[in-house]
């Protein structure tokens, strides 16, 4: 049997599976997202934050205002983007994409990051590249949701996924609990990136974003293998 195209195969599943609010159990978006159009509403967006880090602001700042750690030291991408806050709703919706099997829930985020990405100008990559999981946590996990996302974004945003480029090569223990220069410390040496590296401009993909230490150790080695324009796409960051 031939495979469906995915646009036909998508119009069926959701004729067969109508979009529901995976919040409210109300019908979900004429676009075939499971979400409601109120509960879209009410998602944290990140609108007030730092141009480079995406650290959410308290206060309204002018455009381009950086963090005061972005001041002291610009990070080796270009620009993160987060759609969300990491409140409200928003961290069950990626415990539940990333630790639960909720690949529903992964392609909801992919399509609301998407629309982030597509509203804020960004410089478009030739590549998607997801934050690598260690082999170890992929087994154990069975996938990786950055991945996940990536490849709804790649679809959504018409970009190729590059999940092999680079990889996590040391399983680090878990950061939670660490300062920022301990989290450095554990995550040094932690990915390896296949050389030669094809790509020029990329964006790194990333569910949440917490200190940075992860994404900004990713994209050292990203440019040290010759990567010229790094953006990061996430789907939160928290405070
Ligand atoms: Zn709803
Ligand atoms: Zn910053």
Known sequence: MSELSPTVAESILSRL???????????????????????????????????????????????GTLCGRCQRRLPPFGRCLAAFRYEGVVPSLVVGAKFEGRLDLARLLGQCLAE??????PQWPE???PVPLHPKRLRARGYNQAHEIARVLGRELSLPVDPLCC???????????????????????????????????????????????????????LRRAGAERIEVWAVARTP
């Open 116 to 121: 982030a990405v597509r509203g804020s100008e």
């Open 167 to 221: 990889s996590r090569v040391r399983a680090t223990p878990p950061q939670s609990g660490l300062d920022e220069r301990e989290r450095r410390r554990n995550l040094r040496g932690a990915f390896e990136v296949q050389e030669p590296l094809r790509w020029r401009r990329l964006a790194i993909v990333d569910d949440v974003v917490t200190t940075g230490s992860t994404i900004v150790e990713l994209a050292r080695v």
């Open 17 to 63: 599976f109508p979009p529901t609010c995976v919040l409210c159990g109300a019908p979900g978006s004429a676009s075939g997202r499971d979400l409601c159009a109120g509960c879209t509403a009410d998602l944290p967006r990140n609108l007030e934050a730092c141009a480079r880090c995406a650290l959410p602001f308290d206060t309204r700042m002018p455009p």
């Open 127 to 129: 590549v998607l590249v």
